[in-house]
């Protein structure tokens, strides 16, 4: 952070960026606190601390700066915003909810984010309004605004699905996701896809078998077959003790 005086104002001060950008002009009396960690300060006004956003060298002061363990919690008018143990703003919408699943810590903003802490690093999604996670993987399913639904792996901080699904439902050791209003996609449990078909609706599922309709008549896809093997034909389909369709 860089600070000058202007010979025509001289009760204002100007701090600019590294860059060379304007971040503010004051003429009250600052104190600045070097930051041992990066090559930024902290900017004190009377009772308020000034965090800068790293990304957009916007300045924000807050009322006051909470101390946690994971990160810390700068309040401004009575909104928390989430700040990193190295004193950089992580985002400009105010926090709405935190969640956390074993030692990772999932943080939603008000204007459709998400922060993921885990083992130090932090993943952004942003444009995303809602999260499933799944349990014992690295992976979590991502809703975006226009509610269609991908695959996240925090791990790598990448994409494994794009948003693509209406929904995805599980079944035992396989998923059903539903891409539009007639196409299925059968997806193995790292979201692969094992095979497609298309249907009305569907009726039930089962380990090996899913019951679907179209048309008003029943058939039945295989999983481990990846096809059709009752096409939908019938008012009617039971599957009976013996392993016997009628």
């Known amino acids: 952070l860089l600070a000058g005086q202007s010979p025509t104002s001289q009760d204002s001060v100007f701090y600019f960026s590294p860059e060379g950008k304007l971040i503010l ?115 979590i399913e991502i809703t975006d605004v226009e509610d269609r639904i991908g695959v996240y792996d925090y791990k790598l901080k990448e994409q494994l699905v794009p948003n693509r699904y209406e929904s995805i439902n599980s079944y035992w050791r396989y998923k059903l996701g539903k ?16 095979g497609k078909f298309q249907a009305d609706g569907i009726e039930q599922a089962t380990q090996n078998l899913i019951y679907f309709y179209s048309s008003n008549k029943m058939g039945i896809y295989s999983i481990p077959r990846k096809r059709v093997i009752i096409p939908a034909k019938h008012d009617l389909l039971e599957y009976d003790e013996r392993n016997n369709f009628r």
């Open 25 to 139: 002009r004051s003429n009250a009396r600052l104190t600045i606190e070097p930051r041992k960690e990066t090559n930024s300060v902290y900017l004190f006004k009377e009772k308020q601390q000034g965090i800068i956003h790293p990304e957009s060298d916007t300045l924000i002061w807050f009322d006051n700066l909470e101390v946690s363990s994971l990160f810390d919690f700068g309040t401004l008018y009575n909104q928390q915003f989430l700040v990193s143990k190295q004193g950089d703003l992580l985002s400009l919408s105010p926090i709405l909810r935190t969640r956390k699943y074993w030692d990772v810590q999932i943080i939603e903003t008000l204007e459709s984010s998400f922060l993921i802490y885990d083992s130090g690093e932090i993943a952004k999604l942003e444009g995303i309004k809602e999260i499933q996670w799944i349990w014992s993987k690295n992976l």
């Open 179 to 194: 891409v539009n209003e007639r196409n299925y996609e059968i997806l193995d449990e790292q979201y692969s896809v094992l």
